[in-house]
């Protein structure tokens, strides 16, 4: 399973996402991609309000919805069995 963490640099939201990440990195085997939106247009338009954000199979979690029992729920639902 992939994830992939929108992110930027000077972000402690964005860090404290990333600590959250690595904590159930521990528990549930997946492989984090992360992505500095200000490396590309796109990413930035499309993400610049919503970092810290992930995308773990077909769901979206912005900064909003950004909290531990969530991501675990989330990335739960997207083991392959």
Same mark, same amino acid.
Do not use: H
């Given at each position: 399973?992939?994830?992939?963490?929108?992110?930027?640099?000077? +972000?402690?939201? +964005?860090?404290?996402?990333?600590?959250?990440?690595?904590?159930? =990195?521990?528990?549930?085997?997946?492989?984090?991609?992360?992505?500095?939106?200000?490396?590309?247009?796109?990413?930035?338009?499309?993400? =610049?309000?919503?970092?810290? +954000?992930?995308?773990?199979?077909?769901?979206?979690?912005? +900064?909003?919805?950004?909290?531990?029992?969530?991501?675990?729920?989330?990335? =739960?639902?997207?083991?392959?069995?």
């Amino acid at each position: 399973m992939r994830v992939i963490f929108y992110t930027k640099e000077k +972000c402690s939201l +964005c860090e404290d996402a990333k600590a959250l990440l690595g904590m159930l =990195q521990n528990e549930y085997a997946f492989d984090m991609e992360e992505r500095d939106i200000y490396t590309n247009d796109l990413w930035l338009e499309k993400y =610049q309000l919503l970092i810290p +954000c992930v995308e773990i199979g077909t769901e979206f979690l912005d +900064c909003e919805q950004m909290n531990l029992p969530r991501l675990e729920r989330v990335i =739960q639902g997207n083991i392959k069995k």
